[in-house]
């Protein structure tokens, strides 16, 4: 390492593929930190934009800016992991290309967190900044309450850690590149969705020492595009691999208890978003989730005793997983059939445009259900997919004024704050509690 390079404080890791438009923004939010100790690698992952050519131009103007370019798109963890041999600095920042870093935020953390300090394993961030269309706001949900910018061991973190629902994201951490080494962390380059949640919940199960910070540096941008892309066997296939991987990563260490319960509540979390998508599944799509448990059968015993908690447990048999697996789909059907069905002939909305909702927007016609809409407090959410409009609680109250007693409302949420808040906001529009149920695809 030259002397430029045990200077680096913070290596910034970027994959990009086709973000043209956000890019120049993610990249200017770290030119302009005015913080002198860093380095962003951007690696292009097979874009067909315009995205490669911005990656090029500014590592030529910039010398502390890397570019690599795939030779083709290998998914964001190859990306990653990547990233993570090329750098060198002492702690390592995870950016998506179309989000951005907040102004003057790396030199408030060098200062608070890092500068005449002992090296920490992972920085946790209580808060961070998100942006819907033009405006900009702070999510300011503590992962850990304490004093600020103070450091904490492991059993601190994870007791305050396990109660909260949001902690899988990379916009609340930054992760010391010795502690990855020595432990060898890294992505699984066969898991291109959820990679995060078993990249971070492996990390914090590992970590000795934590700095616990109230700076926000991270602004995250809402996604205004299509969900369909997120709903396929592919993505569901990764998803059942990461939990895989986190219950082989529980069966080879020796935890504690306390360990132990992050990581089943983590897999609980990725079963909790595996079910909508695994409901709209073909049956041949499904073979193909079966085939996966069936190669890593040897873990099944484990899994179980992760998941017993959870619905599906159940139908994991070694002996024809393709055939109980239908059977489960065809259990959760009836399920959410037998909760709905005094609401059949009634018009029904989903409130929160995501997975859930678009999950349901393919499932209730079959069964014969109407679906209307989907309301959402975001204004700035395009329209997304299967042919539904939407619409504003406002304009949702304005159009149905008339005829409140003939609707249904479906709160499409598992985050039990946003159901209470979601069901005091209908309460408020004159809406009746029987005319809200919040789903669950974990019946």
């Known amino acids: 390492m030259n002397k430029k390079n045990s200077q680096l404080i913070f290596s910034i890791i970027t994959p990009v593929f086709n973000t043209e438009k956000y890019l120049v923004r993610s990249i200017l939010s770290i030119i302009n930190q005015k913080f002198q100790k860093v380095e962003l690698i951007l690696i292009d992952d097979g874009s067909n934009d ?8 500014f590592s030529k103007n910039f010398n502390f800016i890397k570019f690599v370019k795939n030779n083709k798109n290998k998914g964001v963890s190859k990306s990653r992991n990547l990233g993570l041999k090329i750098a060198k600095g002492q702690y390592i920042i995870f950016l998506d290309s179309d989000d951005f870093l907040v102004a003057n935020s790396l030199k408030k953390i060098f200062k608070n967190s890092i500068k005449n300090k002992d090296q920490n394993d992972i920085i946790i961030f209580n808060k961070h900044n998100f942006t819907s269309g033009k405006k900009n706001y702070v999510n300011t949900n503590p992962y850990i309450i304490l004093n600020k910018n103070k450091s ?6 994870l007791n305050q850690l396990n109660k909260n629902q949001e902690i899988s994201f990379f916009r609340r951490y930054i992760f010391s590149k010795r502690f990855l080494e020595k432990n060898k962390i890294k992505f699984s380059n066969e898991v291109k969705y959820a990679e995060d949640q078993e990249f971070i919940t492996k990390s914090l199960c590992l970590a000795n020492k934590f700095a616990v910070s109230n700076v926000s540096f991270y602004n995250y941008c809402i996604a205004t595009g299509s969900l369909a892309h997120g709903m396929g066997v592919q993505t569901s296939s990764y998803m059942i691999k990461a939990i895989i991987n986190l ?7 020796e935890f504690g208890i306390l360990e132990k319960n992050f990581i089943i509540r983590k897999i609980s979390k990725i079963f909790k978003e595996f079910y909508p998508r695994f409901i709209c599944l073909k049956d041949s799509d499904i073979r193909t989730i079966s085939s996966i448990f069936n190669k890593n059968h040897y873990c099944l015993k484990t899994l179980k005793i992760l998941s017993k908690k959870e619905k599906i447990n159940p139908f994991l048999q070694k002996n024809n997983i393709y055939k109980n697996l239908l059977l489960f789909k065809k259990y959760l059907n009836k399920k959410i059939f037998f909760k709905l069905k005094n609401n059949i002939n009634k018009n029904i909305y989903l409130f929160a445009s995501n ?9 209730l016609p079959v069964l014969g259900f109407k679906v209307v809409s989907v309301i959402d407090n975001n204004k700035h959410i395009i329209k997304r997919d299967n042919n539904l409009s939407l619409m504003t609680p406002s304009i949702f109250c304005k159009s149905v004024k008339n005829k409140k007693n003939n609707i249904f409302i479906i709160i499409c949420t598992p985050n039990i704050k946003s159901i209470s808040q979601i069901t005091s906001q209908l309460l408020k ?13 974990d019946l």
């Open 355 to 363: 997975y859930y909702a678009l999950s349901l927007s393919y499932m």
């Open 429 to 441: 529009m004159n809406f009746k509690k029987k005319q809200i149920y919040p789903i669950s695809f």
């Open 247 to 253: 219950a082989n990563f529980y069966k080879e260490n």
């Open 152 to 157: 904490v061991g492991s059993k601190i973190a």
């Open 50 to 57: 315009k995205s490669g050519e911005i990656c090029k131009k």
